[in-house]
């Protein structure tokens, strides 16, 4: 993970731990790390930014949204998580820092994803 990535998911965990989730898991040092999912479709790996529990129970996934160079991967990741949270109830979050907005906005309209995108 690189330096500008650390930077943004900190940010990120600064504000699920400002909207009363619990259980977080994170890929960040210092956390338990979200479970790896396999794309059935493309058997890419995922593992998610970040998870937790709203209410006890509805499962939440959130991503730092940043550009990237193969959008293809990225939309695979996004809807795999996307389906995940729907199907536990929960919610999928896309964290975008400054500067990423066009970029992680432009794949969830032109891919129809289902994602609460909030700017960090």
């Given at each position: ?83 995940l949270a729907s199907m536990k109830n929960g919610q999928f979050f896309l964290l975008i820092p400054r500067g990423h907005k066009a970029f ?17």
């Open positions: 993970m690189n330096d500008e990535k650390k930077t943004y998911l900190r940010k990120a965990l600064d504000w699920v731990e400002k909207r009363d989730f619990q259980e977080v898991r994170s890929v960040m040092e210092g956390y338990e790390a979200p479970m790896s999912f396999t794309s059935s479709t493309s058997r890419l790996e995922v593992q998610p930014d970040i998870t937790a529990l709203k209410n006890g129970s509805s499962k939440t996934y959130i991503e730092v949204a940043m550009k990237s160079d193969s959008p293809e991967e990225t939309v695979t990741r996004w809807k795999l998580l996307s389906t992680a906005s432009g794949l969830v309209e032109t891919h129809g994803l289902d994602a609460k995108m909030v700017s960090i």
